[in-house]
């Protein structure tokens, strides 16, 4: 049956390897390359680069890709909307997350789904806001946390405000004031966090017309932290991070009206299950007064 192929062929994008395709699917390698193959004899031309290092898609295979699981989304819908006319909400969801979100508000909410829909399994995958963002629009998840409160690709659910602060050393003199103006962190060693997509702490400097200097570049919050608490630099995290900090190290507001805004994006089209995980996920914002 196609559909099972189609799935091989996105667990082998997933994962690059046929090894490890077979391995989660219950399946011999021997199966998961005949399913890639004939996949290929199909279409009339290779969806994979078979490699010692693995194996990548083509150009025509990430194209391939994406409409291939659009029919997985929607197989997987059908099925959803099938269970619930028996009374039944199952299913899987596919969540894009990053740390602060995984650790800070995932747990209750993954606790408060099992609880009202047992039938719905959630899937997890860690990313970056650009990553989530690529994921959601190539059809890998059907919902992802991101920081951006607009999108002309899928609908944002906006979920909490999250202050922007300022991290120093007890040891520096900014560590006594009340508020730090950032023109003030223009010739203090930086330690920029790092990673992909929208990025409010690079994005605050350029608004303001300000070049850091920055020292290091790192993507470990509890790293940047860590150097900081050092005094080896200087550092902006969002507050939601900040709730452990090491001793030694301080978090001082902006002057500056800074902020990340967090929210759920999700498909247009989002299955009954997918559905119900923004609706949990909703209520359990609204509820614990995290916004």
Not at 258 to 285: C, E, H
């Amino acid at each position: 049956m196609s559909l099972v192929k189609y799935e091989i062929f996105s667990r082998v994008a997933e994962v690059g390897s046929f090894t490890k395709t077979a391995e989660s699917l219950g399946l011999t390698q021997s199966a998961v390359s005949h399913a890639i193959a004939n996949l290929e004899k199909e279409f009339g031309f290779p969806l994979v680069h078979r490699n010692r290092g693995g194996i990548s898609l083509t150009n025509d295979g990430y194209v391939i890709l994406v409409n291939i699981r659009k029919v997985l989304h929607f197989d997987e819908q059908l099925r959803q909307e099938a269970a619930k006319i028996t009374g039944l909400t199952k299913g899987t969801v596919k969540i894009g997350t990053f740390t602060s979100v995984s650790s800070k508000w995932l747990p209750e909410i993954i606790n408060k789904m099992e609880k009202e829909f047992p039938h719905i399994r959630i899937e997890l995958i860690e990313g970056d806001y650009f990553e989530i963002e690529t994921w959601l629009l190539n059809g890998k998840i059907d919902c992802g946390f991101i920081n951006v409160d607009h999108s002309n690709h899928f609908e944002i659910i906006p979920l909490k405000k999250d202050r922007l602060l300022c991290i120093v050393s007890e040891e520096n003199a900014l560590s006594r004031q009340s508020m730090i103006e950032l023109e003030q962190l223009k010739n203090v060693p930086f330690i920029m966090p790092t990673y992909g997509g929208y990025h409010e702490v690079k994005f605050l400097f350029e608004s303001k017309g300000i070049e850091p200097n920055i020292r290091f570049e790192l993507m470990a919050e509890d790293s940047i932290k860590s150097m900081v608490a050092h005094n080896l630099g200087v550092s902006i995290l969002p507050e939601m991070l900040l709730e452990s900090m090491p001793s030694g190290c301080s978090a001082i507001p902006l002057t500056e009206d800074s902020f990340r805004v967090l929210g759920l994006a999700a498909r247009f089209n989002l299955s009954p299950a997918a559905k119900q995980f923004v609706d949990v996920t909703k209520r359990w914002i609204q509820e614990t007064s995290v916004s």
